[in-house]
């Protein structure tokens, strides 16, 4: 799976939010706002392929928290950027 090119993250008022690039005006009905973890990821893994297990590796090399929490986490976050066409 890939995060879509023209989607990028951008800190508005203390909030990382995902926004759509190339359209002139925001569907601000469809606001994304990332916590910390969420951000890591998204950082870790922007621009490039990556796997569920790619994902987790980010979360137990940077929590040091159990692979099977890694792996239920990253599904849930995956899941929810795919129900907002966010990644392939």
């Known amino acids: 799976m890939k995060i879509?090119?023209?989607y990028k993250v951008r800190s508005i008022a203390g909030e990382n939010l995902i926004v759509e690039?190339?359209?002139s005006q925001a569907d601000m009905t469809k606001v994304i706002s990332l916590n910390s973890t969420a951000l890591l990821l998204w950082n870790?893994?922007?621009?490039?392929d990556f796997t569920l297990s790619d994902a987790a590796d980010v979360l137990v090399q940077?929590?040091?928290i159990d692979r099977s929490m890694a792996e239920t986490d990253v599904k849930h976050w995956a899941e929810k950027?795919?129900?907002c066409g966010i990644i392939d």
């Open 4 to 6: 879509k090119d023209n």
């Open 21 to 23: 690039q190339g359209k």
């Open 44 to 48: 870790s893994l922007s621009g490039r």
């Open 62 to 64: 940077h929590f040091g």
């Open 81 to 83: 950027l795919q129900e």
